[in-house]
């Protein structure tokens, strides 16, 4: 059974940064594209990062410059850098997980979701 388990969300001032984390269980890690997405109140879930098995990645406009994916296989944990948060990313901030990535951007192309990690970016 596939789990992914999100941390490390929280209250921080805009400029401020913070590290989210999720934990993968349940699948083969290294070879698993994994992604970051995000949902507002009142919105639509929306693309924010991705990496492939192979450690290609991928990052939406408003992430590009400010925002880093990683993981690191050995904990099976993926990990998103936010810089220069802006009150614009407040969001629930979800881990998402699939062994064979079609669209990355696509929400509906990931097979798996964690629970979410509130971040909210004051002003």
């Known amino acids: 059974q596939v789990q992914l388990a999100e941390s490390g969300g929280g209250l921080v001032e805009a400029g401020g940064f913070l590290r989210l984390s999720c934990v993968a269980s349940g699948l083969a890690f290294s070879r698993t594209a994994m992604g970051w997405f995000r949902q507002a109140p009142g919105a639509e879930r929306e693309f924010v990062a991705a990496i492939t098995g192979s450690a290609n990645t991928y990052y939406a406009d408003h992430a590009e410059g400010r925002f880093a994916i990683s993981k690191d296989s050995a904990k099976n944990t993926l990990y998103l850098q936010m810089n220069a948060l802006k009150p614009d990313d407040t969001a629930v901030y979800y881990c998402?997980?699939?062994?064979?990535?079609?669209?990355?951007?696509?929400?509906?192309?990931?097979?798996?979701w964690g629970q979410g990690t509130q971040v909210t970016v004051s002003s």
């Open positions: 998402s997980a699939d062994l064979q990535l079609g669209v990355v951007t696509s929400s509906t192309d990931w097979s798996y």
